[in-house]
């Protein structure tokens, strides 16, 4: 097992040309298609299911041995956050409904593109109170919500029936544009790093697996979903053979959170619950024997692929691989370093196989091979007890009080 060197100029060019495809939840066959040419290139075959969600294979590569090894699965998110008209005002401005979970803090003074059904229009997303000149003060104390918020397309619209006769309606998607900059110091900042960032590394640390032709002991699916931001994500794609789910997405960072802007993040709980105590400690002991800087991290609001496919009754051990990112869900910035270990930490787990010798069996009829988190001696004195004296030696007959 190596540490393969990833191709950085590829994992920036990828990430920038997938910020180039607008692809709220929802509205993401063009950034399936693009995805899906890229694992051509590499020449990994994949299928897709129903809606998009694709699921390649990175065959295994080895002799078989005395059991067969399950299957492993590495699942990053291509849909994004965005909204949907659901209103049409009577001045031909449009009312806004959230695709996935964001504030509207950060919709607010957003350019956007409105897709109808026929085309596209240009457009602002501005507060119901724009012009200070007009206001004054009352525009820094509007409430900070979606009702707060309208597009103003760039057309000759005054009315309803304007925007309706430019083929605007109720159901239109409105996808925010990701004003990316990837700056010489190393940093990258733009909307939608969550997940196209992850999406990268993941792509990048593919090529580096086909490039060197390493082992591959255990069959890798490299899942690409298109519905995280909306909490399916996921559910429905896990194959039966698959033992392990690896999710690759965002590590906020902020003021009393592990996630940092440098090396891998890895969470061992989220709002699912801890995530596998042996396969994260697994990743963690990777990157400590390989040089590669990690990160411990609990997120207490945050969901993922990998949660998903354990809500949806797949009987799998998770974990989260996370690149740190400051100001999630808003402009968020990451560094390329950080999604360069990443990739390499990808490489490394795809070498590695099975976390535990058991899992190559679905089922085992006894406890007697099954794993142990805690040793022995964690265990013994776990539960010590400081004797109480008697109470009927402290309270006796003839210390009651007089009656």
């Given at each position: ?16 040309e997938l910020l180039a495809i607008p692809s709220p939840a929802g509205l993401t066959d063009s950034i399936v298609h693009y995805t899906g040419c890229k694992l051509d290139e590499l020449g990994i075959a994949y ?357």
């Amino acid at each position: 097992m190596e540490k393969l060197a990833i191709d950085a100029d590829y994992l920036k060019t990828t990430l920038l040309e997938l910020l180039a495809i607008p692809s709220p939840a929802g509205l993401t066959d063009s950034i399936v298609h693009y995805t899906g040419c890229k694992l051509d290139e590499l020449g990994i075959a994949y299928e897709l299911t129903r809606r998009g969600t694709i699921r390649a294979v990175l065959p295994r590569n080895i002799p078989e041995r005395r059991r067969a090894n399950p299957s492993c699965a590495i699942v990053a998110h291509l849909d994004t956050l965005g909204a949907m008209v659901r209103e049409i005002k009577p001045n031909g401005r449009l009312a806004l409904m959230p695709i996935g979970t964001w504030s509207s803090r950060w919709a607010e003074g957003g350019r956007v593109t409105v897709f109808t059904d026929k085309g596209r229009h240009r457009g602002s997303v501005l507060p119901l109170l724009a012009s200070g000149h007009v206001y004054n003060e009352a525009i820094d104390s509007q409430p900070v919500n979606w009702d707060q918020l309208e597009v103003r397309v760039d057309e000759d619209i005054h009315t309803e029936a304007d925007a309706r006769a430019l083929n605007l309606q109720i159901g239109d998607f409105v996808a925010f544009d990701p004003c990316p900059e990837v700056l010489d110091n190393g940093y990258i900042v733009s909307r939608y790093l969550d997940d196209k960032a992850g999406v990268a590394a993941l792509l990048a640390a593919l090529k580096a697996i086909v490039d060197a032709g390493v082992p591959v002991p255990m069959e890798c699916h490299a899942v690409f979903t298109i519905s995280e931001e909306v909490g399916s994500g996921a559910r429905a794609v896990i194959e039966e053979d698959v033992s392990e789910v690896i999710g690759i997405d965002i590590g906020p960072v902020a003021q009393g959170q592990g996630a940092k802007e440098d090396g891998v993040t890895i969470p061992l709980m989220d709002s699912a619950g801890p995530h596998d105590y042996h396969l994260t400690r697994r990743l963690l002991k990777l990157c400590e024997d390989f040089g590669i800087p990690s990160n411990r991290d609990v997120f207490r609001f945050y969901h993922s692929d990998a949660g998903a496919a354990v809500n949806a009754g797949h009987d799998v051990r998770t974990a989260l691989l996370c690149f740190g990112t400051d100001a999630s869900h808003g402009y968020e910035r990451t560094c390329v370093s950080v999604l360069v270990h990443l990739a390499e930490l990808l490489t490394l787990y795809i070498q590695s196989g099975p976390t535990l010798p058991e899992d190559r069996q679905r089922r085992l009829e006894s406890v007697e091979k099954f794993s142990y988190q805690l040793d022995s001696g964690q265990l013994e004195g776990t539960q010590p007890h400081t004797p109480l004296p008697d109470a009927g030696d402290l309270v006796k007959p003839n210390d009651k009080p007089n009656e």
